[in-house]
């Protein structure tokens, strides 16, 4: 399943040094803005330690984790929404994304500049957000105009989607963003085709220090109000220290963490927290040639979540053999499992949970 997530921010806030520590592949992280020109991509796996616990319980030859795109795209300033620095091409590539993690710096440090000339979390992301609101309003007020025609006619699914972007409109207007409105399915059907920017979910990554120069006065404690207020989702890691890390062999690392003073791995939970973020989840299938996580969307069915591993499944699906990763653990074994009762037999209307180990039947 190609869902990306796209890394966003200002310039110098440690987008591109987060993305080597991400991917493992070198792309330029230099001290200056606008380093990044052309967006680079980072097919990353999903750490799941479930993974490894059935590739060996069933002894395979090739285990395949699951994975999710990352693009690290070039930063943006103000005024983006109107060609300012590289606004169009960085506009450009956000929209081709699915989901948004928005860098934003939280410490001090006098030899990284930064692009306003002092460091303020909160005001950064309403720099970002603001030139993300103008660019989406400047969409939907062409559209509104544009299909006055169709409204005027008649025609029922424009004048559904009139009444939608309406309600987006005046959310942008009052600097919200697109995605604070609770909109139903269909309303959200209505405008998809628009590909808003702010409609994509958020999620905001605090780019901090291990050396002790992180802000932790009035400035992170609005930031912090801030998240509560909008209810949104954020991550710390310092991106700095996950950057070194990355070649060092796994043995190794959480010896050089305790040194760094970081205990847990900032990246593994970024990536988890995208994984859900894009609302996916993770079905597994093992066996001695191969074990393997597969990406699903949330509330997927058994024939839809069977396209993961071909198109033709969801057509020729006729039933799926399913069984917990919890209990296929206990049993030890699929053949123990199934004298348990604990592997069942699942139709074409079973929705598909985080974990499942199935063997389809077409």
């Known amino acids: ?5 796209g890394i966003v921010g200002l310039p110098n806030v440690g987008k591109s040094t987060l993305f080597n520590a991400l991917t493992k592949k070198s792309v330029p992280a230099e001290n200056f803005p606008f380093c990044t020109i052309d967006p680079s991509v980072g097919v990353v796996a999903v750490p799941d330690e479930r993974l490894g616990v059935l590739s060996r319980l069933s002894e395979t030859k090739k285990t395949i984790p699951a994975a999710v795109e990352f693009v690290d795209i070039a930063g943006l300033v103000k005024g983006a929404s109107t060609g300012e620095g590289l606004g169009n091409k960085f506009l450009s590539n956000i929209r081709e994304v699915d989901a948004i993690a928005e860098v934003i710096r939280v410490f001090d440090d006098p030899d990284v500049v930064h692009v306003n000339g002092a460091v303020d979390p909160l005001d950064d992301i309403e720099v970002i957000n603001l030139e993300l609101i103008l660019a989406d309003l400047q969409t939907v007020t062409k559209r509104l ?3 006055e025609k169709e409204v005027r006619g008649g025609d029922k699914d424009a004048i559904i989607e009139q009444e939608v972007l ?3 409109e005046q ?3 009052a600097g919200k963003l697109a995605n604070s409105l609770d909109l ?6 209505a405008i998809k085709q628009l590909n808003l920017l702010t409609m994509k979910p958020f999620l905001y990554v605090l780019n901090k220090k291990s050396d002790g120069k992180n802000i932790e006065d009035d400035r992170y404690q609005r930031l912090m109000d801030f998240f509560e207020s909008t209810n949104s989702k954020w991550v710390e890691v310092d991106a700095s220290v996950e950057n070194e890390l990355k070649d060092v062999s796994d043995d190794d690392k959480d010896e050089f963490r305790r040194e760094f003073g970081v205990l847990e791995s ?3 939970n970024l990536i988890r927290k995208g994984y859900e973020l894009l609302n996916l989840i993770t079905y597994f299938t093992t066996g001695k040639e191969e074990t393997r996580a597969w990406t699903i969307l949330r509330d997927s069915t058994a024939p839809v979540a069977g396209m993961a591993i071909h198109t033709d499944f969801k057509d020729k699906f006729i039933r799926a053999e399913i069984i917990s990763y919890d209990k296929l653990v206990e049993a030890g074994t699929m053949a123990t499992a199934r004298e348990k009762g604990w592997a069942r037999t699942e139709g074409k209307e079973y929705i598909v949970q985080d974990g499942d180990v199935i063997e389809f039947r077409i």
Request: zero cysteines; a neutral charge.
């Open 145 to 147: 105009s544009n299909m």
């Open 171 to 173: 959310a942008l207007t």
């Open 184 to 189: 139903d399915e269909k309303e959200v059907l």
């Open 166 to 168: 309406k309600k987006v």
């Open 1 to 5: 399943m190609a869902l990306a997530i």
């Open 266 to 268: 900032g990246i593994n």
